[in-house]
C-alpha cells in the first residue's frame, strides 16, 4: 500500500467578490498619478487662491464690517483693492470649486463603475469626514467655513451621478434661478423708505413746550395723539452692535464665550446662506460639474479648445456682471 501523501489545508479559500464585497485591493483608493487631469489640479489651486483673496477681509476686520463698510479701507489704493476684489473675485471662485467638486463627484463615481467597486458607501464615509471637518473649521477656527454646506450637498448630489445631462442641466438652471426669487424680500427686510416731501416725522418737531409753560396744556398740542408706530429694526447699528461683541470676544476673550459666539455666528450662516443663496448656487454649480465629466472635455481638451473659447466669450460678461 502506498503512503497517503497529505497537502497543506488551505487558510483562507479565494471567493470571487459578489453582491458588493469587494477585496482590498479593489476597493476606492486616492486617485493615482497617471490617472490624475492636470487642468482640474491647476484650477482647484487657482479656486482656492480666489477663495482666500475675497476672505481675507472677513479674518481681519469682524463679519458686519467685512460684508457692508469700509472701517478701515480707507486709503484711495485699499478702496481700488477692495473693488478688484469685489468685481473679479466675489463669488467667481467659490462657483468655480463648486463646480470642480462636483467634477470631482463625477469622477469618482465613473472609476468606481468601471471597476466595479463600491460608490456610495465609501462617498457616504468621505462625505461624513468632510462634514466634521467643517464642524470643526466653522466653530473653532472661522465661521466662514464652506466645507460643511458642500458636505451635506454632496449627499444630494449623490442622487444625480446617473442623471442623463439634459436632467443635470436643467435642473442647474432651476436651482440657480431660486435666489433671484428669494432675495428681494431679504433685501427689503433692510428698506426703510423715506418719509414724503414735505412731511417732517415726529422726531423732526421742535416741541413748543419751553422752559416758560408750565404744562401742556398752556400749549396747542394735541396730548390726546396716539404715539407713532415702532420704528422699523435698523439692521446696521444692530450688525455694528454686533461687530463690536465680536472684536472684544476674539480680541480679549474669554475664549469659551468666544467659541459660543463663533458657533452661533456659524450656524446662522450656514442655515441663512444655504437657504437664501449659496446652497441652491452651490448645488447647480455640482450638478454643473457633473455634466462637464460626462461630456469628456477635460480629457479631451485639445478637441473641444473651439468650444471651449467659445464659452468662455459667452460666460465671461455675465460673470463679469
Known amino acids: 500500500m502506498q503512503p497517503i501523501e497529505s497537502k497543506p489545508i488551505p487558510t483562507a479559500i479565494p471567493v470571487a467578490p459578489a453582491g458588493g ?3 482590498p485591493a479593489e476597493r476606492m483608493s486616492p486617485t493615482a498619478e497617471a490617472e490624475r487631469i492636470d ?3 491647476a484650477l482647484r489651486g487657482v479656486a482656492l487662491l480666489g477663495i482666500l483673496l475675497v476672505n481675507i477681509i472677513y ?6 464690517s467685512g460684508a457692508t463698510r469700509d472701517v478701515s479701507l480707507s486709503a484711495p489704493l485699499d478702496e481700488f483693492a477692495r473693488f478688484l476684489s ?19 463627484l463625477a469622477l469618482q463615481s465613473r472609476r468606481a463603475d468601471e471597476r466595479g467597486t463600491r460608490f456610495t458607501s465609501v462617498y457616504v464615509r468621505r462625505l461624513l469626514i468632510l462634514l466634521a471637518m467643517g464642524v470643526i473649521h466653522g ?6 467655513d464652506i466645507l460643511t454646506m458642500y458636505a451635506l450637498l454632496g449627499f444630494i448630489a449623490m ?9 443635470l442641466l436643467a435642473t442647474a438652471a432651476l436651482l440657480a434661478a431660486v435666489p433671484l426669487v428669494l432675495i428681494p424680500p431679504v433685501i427689503a427686510l433692510d428698506y426703510k423708505p423715506a418719509p414724503p416731501a414735505g412731511e417732517q416725522t415726529r422726531s423732526d418737531v421742535v416741541s413748543p413746550i419751553d422752559d416758560d409753560c408750565e404744562s401742556a396744556e398752556e400749549t396747542d398740542i394735541d396730548v390726546t395723539t396716539p404715539p407713532p408706530t415702532e420704528a422699523p429694526v435698523d439692521f446696521n447699528r444692530l450688525m455694528s452692535e454686533f461687530d463690536s461683541i465680536e472684536v472684544e470676544l476674539y480680541g480679549r476673550g474669554p475664549y469659551a464665550l468666544s467659541v459660543v459666539h463663533r458657533g452661533l455666528l456659524f450656524a446662522v450662516m450656514q442655515i441663512f446662506a444655504g437657504a437664501t443663496t449659496l446652497g441652491w448656487r452651490c448645488l447647480a454649480m455640482f450638478l454643473v460639474g ?10 479631451q481638451l485639445a478637441a473641444h479648445r473651439k468650444g471651449l473659447v467659445r464659452c468662455v466669450a459667452i460666460a465671461m460678461p455675465i460673470g463679469m456682471a
Open 21 to 23: 464585497v469587494t477585496t
Open 39 to 41: 487642468a482640474i489640479d
Open 59 to 64: 479674518f481681519s476686520e469682524g463679519f458686519s
Open 86 to 104: 469685489r468685481f473679479f473675485a466675489n463669488y467667481k471662485f467659490v462657483t468655480l470649486y463648486s463646480v470642480l467638486f462636483g467634477m470631482g
Open 139 to 144: 466653530v473653532f477656527l472661522w465661521y466662514g
Open 159 to 167: 442622487l444625480f451621478r446617473h442623471a442623463k445631462q439634459i436632467t
Open 290 to 299: 457633473i455634466a462637464i465629466i460626462r461630456s469628456g472635455m477635460f480629457e
